[in-house]
């Protein structure tokens, strides 16, 4: 009965993968670590902090015959903000910057993704933090798709883009050089 | 005049109370201050700093003060207190000593949570000895606040026991925390 059903499956999928015009959903590679969420903050107007978050998920479906129908959900969780530096990462992690007892999770998710070659283009979509949710435009280009050495089959873009930290509740006020934050984002994943 | 007796305190534990109880309030205020600084302040480095600085020449005191508490003869309570009385102040001197040594500890694993040094006054380095466990900044800071508020609160009771025993009670406790005792034991 098992094998049955793997076996139907298994010809779904085949049959799916031979239909060009069905995005492909992919798994971003977080377990191996190919995908990070990044942020720059100016700091003074001299130079830059840099930062990440350390735990995310997300999927996205894409395929380069039909890049507008690419779609992207990333799940941040605010508490793994990194900036190698455990007293800031506290300050950020409180009720100063993100205040991550009460808002865990940060999202975006994509509402469509301008195109025309599919290798770069502006993912538009809804961006949440501090329990605001935000239209942004996302810069995107694509890093390359295809087969890794282990039998799989991966696709990667980076993007950027940047936001207002007054535009999500955040009240610290870092000057007028450090009011925003540059989002930057690699995002790897694996063919489900 | 400088040692304990079983009479009383001499001046080495009578000065190192006092300055211990003023390290303690500077300490809560300047640390209550400090977290709101704003950026820009010039104290926004300078506060936390010595409030770090300050916090470690402390935590060395009172390791001094236990020492010396161990090698000096114990002062006998006095007289007219009551047994629960007696129960009860051991109990709030215990707490006292017990929760600065956990603040004290929890606010230095904040600092060197990420393996960081904690430079005490720009003159040397307290090295980084427990970092890296999950979530040791947030955990540790959870701790240093709650027990700051738990000491003052405790700190507080203990000035207002002294107090009753002064005026209302009208005995030498409070006076024996401001007079050392004098090194002939037979004086009272």
């Known amino acids: ?192 | 005049m400088l040692k304990n007796s079983t009479q009383g305190y001499g001046l080495v534990s009578i000065v190192m109370h006092w300055l211990v109880a003023l390290a303690v309030f500077s300490l809560f205020a300047l640390g209550y201050w400090m977290v709101d600084l704003g950026y820009y302040s010039d104290w926004y480095q300078t506060a936390p700093m010595l409030h770090k600085s300050f916090g470690l020449c402390l935590f060395a005191l009172m390791v001094f003060r236990i020492i010396w508490r161990l090698i000096n003869p114990k002062p006998h309570g006095l007289s007219n207190h009551q047994a629960w009385e007696k129960t009860v102040a051991k109990l709030g001197h215990f707490a006292l000593y017990a929760m600065l040594f956990v603040l004290m500890i929890s606010g230095y694993l904040i600092s060197t949570a990420d393996g960081r040094a904690i430079s005490v006054f720009g003159w040397f380095d307290v090295p980084a000895l427990l970092s890296g466990l999950p979530q040791q900044e947030e955990i540790a800071g959870d701790i240093h606040e709650i027990l700051a508020w738990s000491l003052i609160v405790l700190s507080a009771g203990h000035a207002l026991a002294a107090l009753k025993h002064h005026f209302i009670d009208k005995d030498a406790t409070l006076n024996r925390m401001l007079k050392p005792v004098n090194s002939t034991p037979t004086r009272k």
């Open chain 1, 1 to 192: 009965m098992k094998k049955h059903l793997t076996a139907a499956i298994l010809t779904a999928g085949l049959f799916t993968a031979a239909t060009p015009v069905l995005a492909a959903d992919y798994a971003i590679d977080t377990r191996g670590a190919h995908a990070s969420v990044n942020f720059k903050v100016n700091h003074l107007g001299y130079s830059w902090v840099v930062g990440r978050f350390d735990t995310f998920t997300g999927d996205f479906s894409y395929d380069q015959a039909d890049p507008s129908a690419a779609k992207i959900a990333v799940t941040i969780d605010t508490k793994s903000v990194n900036s190698n530096h455990a007293e800031r990462d506290k300050h950020i992690r409180s009720k100063d910057f993100l205040e991550v007892d009460k808002y865990p999770e940060a999202k975006f998710v994509s509402t469509k993704f301008d195109s025309t070659d599919g290798q770069t283009g502006k993912l538009h979509g809804q961006f949440t933090l501090r329990g605001v949710t935000k239209d942004i435009v996302i810069d995107v280009t694509k890093v390359g798709e295809g087969k890794d050495p282990w039998g799989g089959y991966r696709a990667g873009f980076e993007g950027a883009t940047t936001i207002t930290m007054k535009d999500y509740g955040i009240p610290m006020d870092l000057g007028p050089q450090s009011a925003t934050v540059e989002l930057e984002f690699h995002i790897e994943g694996i063919k489900k």
